[in-house]
């Protein structure tokens, strides 16, 4: 059967209730911003990007939402799963992970997961095209 | 504060969640103390079928005929004209499509050239079927803001090209004007269904005006010997705060629902003009003049006639006075303490318990689950809480802006609501918004 219940995990509640990493930031290195307040989401996503003996490091990400209790919490994870890594690794986190980092999220929230996802690959490209 | 401290901790331990003020009471209210106690009976004593003969079917009969008197009563009309039915949903339903298929019907009837409507598997056949009916098909006024279950079942008779169907928009108050009504009006109008009072923005319909223009527009039919029109409302929100007297609403029929004034869910009613040509929709056993089959939901029945006699014991000026004060008291503070926000729908022409915002830059869902974690119930417009994933309608056809329904709360009160609850809720909404706006890209930069 499917699950079409709009109720959060506990771990959904906990970074909606508490985000972490919420703001911006002087001089991000990349921003990605995705969706549409028409839509209901707005994701901004910043990253700082330092090189370490040749590789490109994600050092630090902020984030600010506009939308539901689940954009709010998949762009907060994301910003703690990103962080410290690599860029190339950093891209391997898939929008399954972050549903997976935060107790599974309703399906009809499922979009939010692949809108978080969206605005690392655009935070990122951004970066590229600067860099 | 110290008293709120309490009230806190003696609230979690009852529920294991922290419940401090219902402000959704247009979802659903609570049963009324009297109410459970006037139903229970017929749940294990008195639970015979009404249908039945003997002494227990008797018993049932009599609370059933009793309950149709008392809510005759609270709408000024014949217990004659009052079918039960399962709640507002069915009663639109029953309205909007009865008046159809028996208008369908009665078309075909009143032509010699063509037999009287054939039963085919026990079903009368709509308009469509019949080869002479085809030519002609009734035209229905709505309007953009009535509740889904007036707007999919009228969807529905234009899909399966039953009716033509004329959705009137409202004004920037979210007000159906009466002179759009008129202008509807064609020759082939056979029904006119615009809501009481709108639930979700809680703007008060000119249903009265509405139905004088319509008795107008009949009497000069009637002289031509034209088609009349039926005038439906759905008056699930207005029981309680509004005048329901059908007579002095020049209405055909009206839709009332229980779980919205202190009975249960599940049970309903309609209002049906004596002489008003209905089919059914529901067949089987006969029961409630055969306008809806199935076994009556005594004990449903029994709570509904229970709770539109507590409302005719308290008077409605009493009723109206105690609300509106409470929500001129909410609405003026949240729009002079909070910035940027704004009230939907019209100020004046406003149910007294209903109070609707614009929270600019913020989403509706993540309002609603920080008002929740802080024990505030409340709905919204936005797309977020609908499984549907489509912004309120209503906010829609009012404004046009999706960012509207989509930072759009509604707050609906009930009898037993405090200022003390009202307090609580403005101080908490002050964080929460804040909160938000702070997490929010779209924020303007206030520092």
Sequence with gaps: ?131 | MQALRGGFKKNCQKGGRMKEAYLDYAATAPVKKEVLAAMLPYLQDKFGNPSSIHSWGQEARAAVDRSRRQVADFLNCNQSEIIFTSGGTEADNLAIIGIMRSFGASFALGHPSHPSPSLRSGHRRFAQDTPLASKFIPHIITSQIEHHAVLRTCQYLEKEKLATVTYLEPNAEGIIEIEKVRKAIKESTVLVSIMYINNEVGTIQPIREIGKILEKENHKRSAASGQRIYFHTDAVQAAGYQKMDVKYLHVDLLTLSGHKIGAPKGIGALFMKEKTPLGKIIFGGEQEMNFRSGTENVPGIVALGKAVQVLRNKKLEIRVKRAKMLSDYFIKRVLKEIPEVALNGSIELRSPNNANFYFRYIEGESILLNLDLAGIAASSGSACTSLSLEPSHVLMAIYGEPERAHGSVRFTLGEKTTTKEIDYTIRNLKLIVQKLRKISPLTKKEK
């Design chain 1, 1 to 131: 059967m499917k699950k079409i219940s709009i109720l959060y995990s506990k771990k959904v509640m906990k970074y909606f209730s508490h985000p972490r990493n919420m703001g911006t930031m002087k001089n991000p290195s990349g921003r990605g911003r995705v969706g549409n307040p028409v839509c209901g989401d707005l994701m901004e996503l910043q990253i700082k990007i330092e090189k370490k003996n040749g590789k490109e490091y994600i050092t630090n990400a902020k984030f600010q939402t506009f939308g539901c209790g689940a954009a709010i919490a998949t762009s907060s994870i994301l910003t703690e799963m990103i962080i410290s890594k690599e860029i190339s690794e950093a891209l391997k986190v898939s929008n399954k992970a972050i549903i997976k980092a935060l107790g599974g999220l309703p399906l009809n929230k499922k979009h939010c997961s692949v809108l978080a996802k969206e605005a690392l690959i655009r935070a990122i490209e951004d970066y590229k095209s600067r860099f």
